[in-house]
């Protein structure tokens, strides 16, 4: 039931990650035909295409992360016989945890200070926690995912041998 709400929740990010990303193509559209057609040109634009960039791909890598969709170099793993795949799949996830939870304290760090000093962008005078607060979130996104699946792993060692697998994509596998 929690996996489907956040299957749920995950094509709604989807969704969201999609429109950011026609916004960007589209505010870059309006920019380029503005300053070499028009003459004008919208000053923050750049900052901005780059800050939704940044965001897309920290916020997006939770979902990959849910889905299992991640790049890994796993030839040598499935070729393990099931133990040791399910050992090293611990390890994985474990180190996984706490990178990303380490580099997460420090991302929320950082963005505090942006914060309560009230830096902003030089040319479009975004708040800079706004941006750097989306690599937070990102991390503690993929964290939150890995200790799930510990979590899973654990609670399902004392029911069967097997691995649990990552949840296949909502809308089939070929999408």
């Known amino acids: 039931m929690i996996e489907r709400a956040i299957d749920r929740a995950m094509l709604v990010l989807e969704g969201v990650l999609g429109l950011t990303l026609m916004f ?5 559209f309006a920019n380029v035909v503005g300053r070499y057609i028009l003459g004008l040109t919208f000053l923050g634009a750049d900052e901005i295409e ?40 611990v390890f994985e996830l474990l180190v996984t945890v706490l990178l990303t939870g380490f580099v997460a304290v420090q991302s929320w760090g950082y963005t505090s200070r942006m914060f309560t000093l009230g830096a902003t962008s030089d040319m479009a005078g975004i708040p800079m926690w706004l941006p750097h607060s989306a690599v937070t979130i990102g991390l503690v996104g993929i964290a939150a995912v890995a200790l799930w699946r510990l979590v899973r792993l654990a609670t399902s060692a004392g029911r069967s041998q097997s691995e649990p697998a990552a949840p296949p994509h909502p809308a089939g596998e070929g999408a």
């Open 24 to 28: 960007v193509v589209a505010l870059n």
């Open 50 to 89: 780059v800050y939704l960039m940044v965001a897309m791909a920290f916020l997006g890598a939770i979902v990959v992360s849910w889905r299992g969709r991640h790049l890994r170099m796993d030839v040598v793993v499935g070729a393990l016989p099931p133990r040791p795949r399910a050992g090293l799949r």
